[in-house]
């Protein structure tokens, strides 16, 4: 019922730019928290980005200064603006949100398929 897309993935260069887009579509009545996590090959997947339905963001230690994250209420988007990659961003990046698909159901976490970006030096 409920999908999350992500776009703007790819292949850059060290100091270069991303900007990841994650638009949710199908039957749900609400969605609060939305974020972006990353695995990197033989690591765990870790958090790199938060944004609440007030604005509160929160970012790893790791992105912090250089990564911003937002949304678009109206598109049921969340952006992910990826500044001055490093190759240990090299990951993929999957797109989370928390949706509630039908007034009878709780709040369930939905992730997106991943996004492969990956840095060169």
């Known amino acids: 019922q409920v999908q999350l897309v992500e776009s703007g993935g790819g292949l850059v260069q060290a100091g270069g730019s991303l900007r990841l887009s994650c638009a949710a579509s199908g039957t749900f009545v609400g969605i609060n928290a939305m974020g972006w996590y990353r695995q990197a090959p033989g690591k765990q997947r870790e958090l790199v980005a938060v944004?609440?339905?007030?604005?509160?963001?929160d970012y790893a230690d790791s992105v912090k200064g250089r990564f911003t994250i937002s949304r678009d209420n109206a598109k049921n988007t969340v952006y992910l603006q990826m500044n001055s990659l490093k190759p240990e961003d090299t990951a993929v990046y999957y797109c989370n949100a928390n949706v509630r698909a039908s007034i009878i159901y709780r709040y369930t976490n939905y992730w997106g398929q991943g996004t492969q970006v990956t840095v060169s030096s």
């Open positions: 944004i609440t339905v007030g604005g509160i963001t």
